[in-house]
T-cell receptor
Framework: DVKVTQSSRYLVKRTGEKVFLECVQD?????MFWYRQDPGLGLRLIYF???????EKGDIPEGYSVSREKKERFSLILESASTNQTSMYLC????????????FGEGSWLTVV | QQQVKQSPQSLIVQKGGISIINCAYE??????FPWYQQFPGKGPALLIA?????SEKKEGRFTISFNKSAKQFSLHIMDSQPGDSATYFC?????????????FGQGTTLQVKP
């Protein structure tokens, strides 16, 4: 079974802190994604990566950055956390090509106080 | 043009009834339309998907109906069961490139009452 693992399920951080959300996939997928899930807004793409060290902005990249140094690992970084970044963050991966299933992790609930 | 609009936001159905969730898109470049199902505390998982060269796809109690001219597609859950209670997301995939990126709808929370 494909497994996308998000190391932190629940985090509480203070405003202004630097936050790292880590994600690892075990299926040698080329593509990895970070989505944010908010009620009524669905899943919004923050960043995606189609290869090591390659990244592209999604629909809501402001306030976030990413890092992909190894194929299996994709990190989301909040440089200076703000309360409006309180949300559920979902990491996902997929093999190359459109029409391929995107596999999601179980999510990281981030609360910024 | 990149948006996918999903309705209703929430839906309550009696056990055995039919659940219908609708989505609309604008970008005619989309060529892959999956539905994802998410249970509380879990990440979304692929339920069923369709390409625009067919008008309907059925897998068990789940059916996607696709209307290319109207740029709409819908999910029908026949004989809805309490175990179907979940959040459902429609999505659309872009035809160019190999990124596999999906644009998701706003989500529908389905509650099936016993």
């Amino acid at each position: 079974d494909v497994k996308v693992t998000q190391s932190s399920r629940y985090l509480v951080k203070r405003t202004g802190e630097k936050v790292f959300l880590e994600c690892v996939q075990d299926m040698d997928h080329e593509n990895m994604f970070w989505y944010r899930q908010d009620p009524g807004l669905g899943l919004r793409l923050i960043y995606f990566s189609y290869d090591v060290k390659m990244k592209e902005k999604g629909d809501i990249p402001e306030g976030y950055s990413v890092s992909r140094e190894k194929k299996e690992r994709f990190s989301l970084i909040l440089e200076s956390a703000s309360t409006n970044q309180t949300s559920m963050y979902l990491c996902a991966s997929s093999p190359t090509g459109t029409g391929n299933t995107i596999y999601f992790g179980e999510g990281s609930w981030l609360t910024v106080v | 043009q990149q948006q996918v609009k999903q309705s209703p936001q929430s839906l309550i159905v009696q056990k055995g009834g039919i659940s219908i969730i609708n989505c609309a898109y604008e970008n005619t470049a989309f060529d892959y339309f999956p539905w994802y199902q998410q249970f509380p505390g879990k990440g979304p998982a692929l339920l069923i998907a369709i390409r625009p060269d067919v008008s309907e796809k059925k897998e068990g109690r789940f059916t996607i109906s696709f209307n290319k001219s109207a740029k709409q597609f819908s999910l029908h859950i026949m004989d809805s069961q309490p175990g179907d209670s979940a959040t459902y997301f429609c999505a659309a995939g872009l035809g160019s490139g190999n990124t596999g990126k999906l644009i998701f709808g706003q989500g529908t929370t389905l509650q099936v009452k016993p």
